[in-house]
């Protein structure tokens, strides 16, 4: 039997040569550094378009959509001061003033198109299952509703647009939810005036609630009691929880992804995160918005938006 002589010379034991540690390659701090780049790269271009907003159209054309004339409309309904539910602000002055400005609107209309104006009081009750469960009665809130078709139309389905112009205590509520009212307004006046930019095969409703404050009392009333809210197939929530800033998809659904894959397509700015809906759903917020009443009460699906940055100043007194 030969003995096998292991050789302890320089190269090292066993016979492998040993690491000159001198000339190890920086791999990992390489590739840490690009990594840190590539992050910052990143976060900063989302800042770049989270806080890029396009130009507002000056009032020109009365068929081009104009954020001058959707904050005239959101002026107007501020001037009226708080708007709690049950006060005259609310129940008189901004219900009256959304009449005449969509009565404005009718009489420039298209002939191609009908425009009904329905003022709905409502009055009624249910339970809620929000911060513990609760139970809601409620008596004579109000609802302006405009529904716009194509004359003699026979389509029985229908897609609902909803703000509220109820505002919270002690505050006039600019972009909770004013300035929403104002963009459906305004939005209105681009869809009906001649020439129409286009003939809507199905009904196009614009629900102006009077009582979400209230924890959602008059988005009830019109699902639950409404002729009209029959025909609704989908929606479109527009909220708020700050003041200023783009608007953030934050629930959409339930299920039905086309909804999310229309508004990609269609929408010029688009702007959601799924971490948003899994954040808001998970109850973490102590809040809601009428998504809920739609989904759960008219079992039909939608997406919710809001306006979120300089969320300090929300349900207060501060002006931005």
Known sequence: MRRRVISTTRTGTHGFATLDKSKEKTLPDVYTVACIVLTL????????????????????????????????HMEDIVSLGVRNVGSQANEIHAKNLLIRKVQAIQATASKELEVKLSVQ????????DFLGGMTHIYHNVSNVIVKVSKRESSSEYAFLINAHYDSSLGAVSASDDAVSCGTMLETLQVL??????????????????????????????????????????????????GAGGREIVFQ????????????????????????????????????????????????????????????????????M
């Not at 009055?123 to 809620?128: A, C, P, R």
């Open 192 to 241: 009906t005036s001649e020439p129409v930019p286009m003939v809507p095969e199905h009904d196009i409703i614009f629900l102006f609630n009077g009582a979400e404050e209230t924890i959602l009392q008059a988005s009830h009333g019109f699902v639950t009691q409404h002729p009209w809210a029959k025909r609704v197939k989908a929606f479109v929530n527009l909220e708020a929880a």
């Open 252 to 319: 959409s659904g339930p299920e039905n992804p086309w909804l999310i894959g229309i508004y990609a397509k269609m929408v010029p700015y688009p702007y959601g995160s799924v971490v948003a809906e899994d954040i808001f759903q998970s109850g973490l917020i102590p809040s809601d918005t009428d998504f809920r009443i739609f989904r759960d009460f008219g079992r039909f699906p939608g997406i919710d938006t809001a306006y979120y940055s300089n969320g300090f100043v929300y349900h207060t007194e501060c002006v």
């Open 41 to 72: 790269c990143l976060l900063g271009t989302s800042y770049h378009f989270y806080r890029w907003l396009p130009e507002p159209v000056a009032p020109s054309s009365p068929n081009v959509f104009s954020a001058t004339r959707a904050r005239k």
């Open 121 to 128: 009081t409502t009055s009624g009750g249910y339970y809620l």
